[in-house]
């Protein structure tokens, strides 16, 4: 039994002593991979789609599918913003309400710039201030500017989710995941 416990302990101490604990630095890094990676899957949507076809409602009372992307762009802009204080690129307030903003392209250029921006402000964010609280202007709701950070991640994911259906309604197999 002694020498069974001696050799486990012999086993397991190197792992012990190699773990290291997540700085601030890895967890940002983590946050920036996520976008990058969220980025990449979300333009695979955008992509899969056929333009004539982002005009397309699943039903009547929700939003089309370039509005659905159009909401994404808004609000990765609208939480990154208030979570880091970076300068956020100039979205119309009726973005998704806009026509002129619903073709292939119009979509494309808002997503990519949101994704973009959310990419350059993770990186260019301070993360000693991340446990700050920061109010939204809505509901009353005060959180941490971490949790604004990856409320934006969910949400993003969220919304792209919802579009899925959206492409297998016109007999189209969406994208594969990309989990890493």
């Known amino acids: 039994m002694a020498v069974s416990l001696l050799a486990l302990l ?3 101490t190197p792992s012990i002593v190699n773990a290291q604990a997540l700085s ?3 967890i940002k890094a983590q946050i920036v991979k996520e976008w990058e990676r969220s980025k990449a899957y979300t333009i695979d949507y955008l992509n899969t789609m056929p333009a004539n076809k982002y005009s397309f409602k699943a039903q009547d009372s929700i939003r089309s599918f ?3 992307m159009l909401h994404l762009a808004g609000a990765n802009v609208f939480f990154m913003s208030l979570a880091t204080d970076q300068k956020a690129p100039s979205f119309p ?3 998704e309400q806009r026509v002129s903003a619903q073709t292939k392209d119009s979509v494309m250029y808002f997503v990519t710039t949101s ?3 959310a990419i350059s402000a993770a990186k260019s964010s301070d993360v000693s201030k991340w446990g700050e609280k920061k109010k939204l202007p809505f509901g009353g709701y005060e959180e941490t500017r971490y949790a604004l950070i990856i409320k934006a991640i969910e949400h ?3 919304h792209r989710g919802q579009t899925t259906i959206y492409i297998r309604l016109q007999g189209i197999k969406p994208p594969q995941e990309r989990l890493f």
Do not use: M
Request: net charge negative; glycine share 0%; aromatic share 12%.
């Open 93 to 95: 307030q009726d973005l």
């Open 24 to 26: 601030s630095e890895d």
């Open 115 to 117: 994704y973009d921006y």
């Open 10 to 12: 012999v086993l397991v």
């Open 66 to 68: 370039a509005q659905q």
């Open 156 to 158: 993003q994911a969220h």
